[in-house]
């Protein structure tokens, strides 16, 4: 990734590497990393936090972010919990957050440095607002295919997309293989291992390196920044980057999109009757249950 | 070589390790048929003959079966999706909305540069197309999507279509598929849950009585099957439940668990977390019972019941069953 940035630098065509960047990169030259040890992406998402009411546009069909406090979701930080767990165990071991999101999303996105990532990339342009999932892959590709990672983690499904695949979307793109809502994961001798919930039973997977693998909210939670975490986050290299940087038109109209063609809000529900319990709740509940035809 | 119908609706199916085929084939098949002619793509490691003849009983006007090599993870199906597209030009590729089937789907979708509809819960089609429904927000909206052109990949969410296909005869070819030697992942060994229980399986279940962490305990949650049983409802459960060990995660409704739309809907010790709200608001009839007058489960309880479920629960059973003799 370090060659990569210089020869990027020279061709003109990507945005100037700031000054604390070429610093820190220079610093990392330093102590070139074992060839064995591991580069790790991590795609976080920022999502309307959940514990509020989250609330859709009925004009764009598009998520209304202003309508509830923004968080970095959930299952994407038992994600690079994942691989700073790997990290613990081997220092060499390179993480980066990956993320597309608003350019309003640095703050959340720098927690995931501050949690113990080393470096992030945001890809924000105003074209993505909208994107489906088919261009949000191919977004996410192209950043993924400049840093040569070794292992791409992501969470199974986002809180608020709740699509669930991009991870299998991605593995397409970048002709890795995609192994997909793990429980347990293992890294070891160049491959990763782990367990596979699936209708009907549980699967024992495992794939060569590069993968992709998404995991779910079985595996543990993710660890706090702390202070220290957080005064480095701020040193640590935060590149931005657009559409033009990863050569992708988000409006060519000859590749299909999904759209949204209709969306609309549901009455809210009402709060039906409510006894308290004074030894005769229980009778209560069975006539309710009977009276309803529902016993 | 046979003709597709024009509107040919493909439906990707698996067949299991018996050779029978996977559960979502009815509704799947169902819903193609509102939409178009159901062509059903039938994926076996063994024989696929039985799968097939079902498939034909539950709407397919043909079949295509195809070979998967056991142990590949997911990209000899995608080989195979892609041969049966090229044969029969669908108007619309439907995929059960499981793990294996998102990620057939996310595949497909970016191999042929398609649109891609992910847990549609209902499907349409109008002058321009397959329009596919969403419950979005754990259903408190309702959107639809559709493809700016072409046929969209569309997943489909369990339990949500109700229509079912009329028998045709069968008509099965196998399909000649062509390796596209990408990389895959290897499934080494596979252990089947035996579910020993004779409860009715939560997705799709009429009723659904779950508990949450105010149950306590793993042998306190049996009250909670207790009280299924006298129902005949299906055992649900909180994350909260479900990360104490009182039950396993297959049991979790909500936002990150399934999503259930019975027709009863009973939540003991569930306070009502907007998560656990997203998997099951659109149920029919919702009961609480919770010791917390101020608990959010009850603002979209038809019914509740403030108080100890362990005097509440014990005593609805004793009088319910007194009820049946
Ligand atoms: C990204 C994300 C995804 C999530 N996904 C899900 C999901 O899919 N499903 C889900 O359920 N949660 C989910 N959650 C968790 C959710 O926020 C709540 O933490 C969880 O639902 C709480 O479960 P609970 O109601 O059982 O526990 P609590 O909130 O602790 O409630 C327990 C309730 O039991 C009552 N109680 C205690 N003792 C008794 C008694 N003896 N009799 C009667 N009542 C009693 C209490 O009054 C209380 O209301 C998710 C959270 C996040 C952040």
């Known amino acids: 990734m370090i060659g990569s940035v210089w020869t990027r630098s020279t061709d003109g065509n990507q945005p100037p590497v700031d000054y604390e960047t070429k610093v820190s990169l220079q610093l990392e030259l330093l102590h070139e990393p074992k060839e064995s040890s591991l580069k790790i992406a991590v795609l976080v998402k920022e999502v309307p936090d959940t514990y509020g009411d989250r609330k859709l546009n009925l004009e764009t069909g598009l998520a209304d972010r202003g309508a509830s406090e923004a968080v970095l979701d959930e299952i994407g930080e038992r994600a690079l919990e994942v691989a700073l767990t790997q990290k613990d165990s081997d220092g060499d071991t390179e993480v980066t957050v990956i993320s597309m999101a608003p350019d309003t999303a640095t703050a959340t996105i720098r927690k995931g440095l501050a949690m113990g990532a080393d470096n992030a990339v945001h890809v924000a342009d105003e074209s993505l607002a909208g994107a489906d999932l088919g261009l949000t892959a191919e977004v996410l590709a192209a950043a993924l295919r400049r840093g040569e990672y070794d292992l791409v983690v992501t969470g199974n499904v986002s809180t608020d997309g709740n699509g669930g695949m991009i991870p299998a979307m991605l593995a397409e793109h970048l002709d890795y293989p995609h192994v997909t809502g793990l429980s347990t994961v293992e890294l070891a001798d160049g491959k990763v ?3 596979r919930g699936v209708e009907g039973g549980q699967q024992q997977v495992s794939a060569e390196l590069p993968a992709v693998i998404s995991i779910t909210e079985a595996l543990p939670e993710a660890r706090f920044p702390n202070f220290k975490g957080i005064m480095a986050a701020k040193k640590k290299p935060f590149e931005v980057i657009s559409l033009s940087d990863l050569d992708i038109d988000a409006e060519d109209q000859s590749v299909a999109r999904s759209i949204m063609v ?7 529900r009402e709060a039906g009757e409510k006894v308290v319990d004074e030894g005769n709740g229980g009778v209560e509940l069975a006539e309710y249950l009977t009276k309803n035809r529902l016993a | 070589m046979s003709e597709f119908p024009q509107d040919s609706i493909l439906v990707v199916l698996t ?4 050779g029978q085929l996977e559960k979502p084939a ?4 169902g819903g193609a048929a509102e939409i178009g002619s159901p062509v059903a793509l039938v994926l076996a490691a063994g024989s696929a003959d ?5 498939a034909a009983e539950l709407g397919a006007t043909a079949t295509l079966t195809a070979a998967v090599t056991e142990g590949n993870l997911g990209t000899a199906a995608v080989d195979a999706v892609a041969a049966a597209a090229e044969l029969t030009a669908p108007d619309a590729v439907l995929v ?9 789907a996310g595949r497909y979708a970016v191999r042929s540069g398609s649109a891609v509809s992910v847990d549609a819960t209902g499907l349409e089609r109008d002058s321009e197309g397959i329009v596919a429904g969403h419950s979005v927000y754990g259903g408190g909206y309702t959107a639809s999507s559709a493809p700016t052109f072409g046929a969209p990949i569309v997943t489909v969410r369990l339990g949500a279509i109700e229509a079912r296909a009329e028998a045709q005869s069968a008509n099965t070819q196998a399909l000649d598929v062509a390796d596209s030697g990408k990389r895959s992942a290897a499934i080494d060994s596979f252990e089947a849950v035996v579910e020993t229980s004779s409860r009715p399986e939560l997705r799709g279940a009429q009723k659904v009585v779950s508990g949450g962490r105010g149950v306590g305990s793993e042998e306190s949650f049996e009250l909670v099957g207790d009280f299924a049983d006298t129902l005949g409802a299906a055992v649900g459960a909180s994350r909260a439940a479900v990360d104490a060990g009182y039950i396993a995660q297959s049991h979790q409704v909500g936002q990150t668990g399934v999503s259930v739309s019975p027709q009863l809907y009973v939540a003991l010790g569930i306070s009502g977390a907007i998560q656990h709200k997203a998997g099951m608001q659109t149920s029919k009839t919702i009961v609480a019972v919770n010791k917390d007058g101020e608990a959010p489960i009850f603002d979209i309880a038809d019914f509740g019941v403030v108080g100890d479920l362990f005097k509440v629960v014990p005593q609805a059973i004793e009088s319910l069953n007194e009820n049946k003799s």
């Open chain 2, 96 to 104: 059960p909305n499981t793990l294996d089937g998102r990620d057939i």
């Open chain 1, 193 to 195: 291992a782990g367990t």
């Open chain 2, 50 to 54: 039985a799968a097939a003849e079902k």
């Open chain 1, 262 to 268: 209709t969306v609309a809000e549901k009455p809210p």
């Open chain 2, 15 to 18: 067949a299991d390790a018996e």
């Open chain 2, 26 to 29: 009815a509704e799947l098949l």
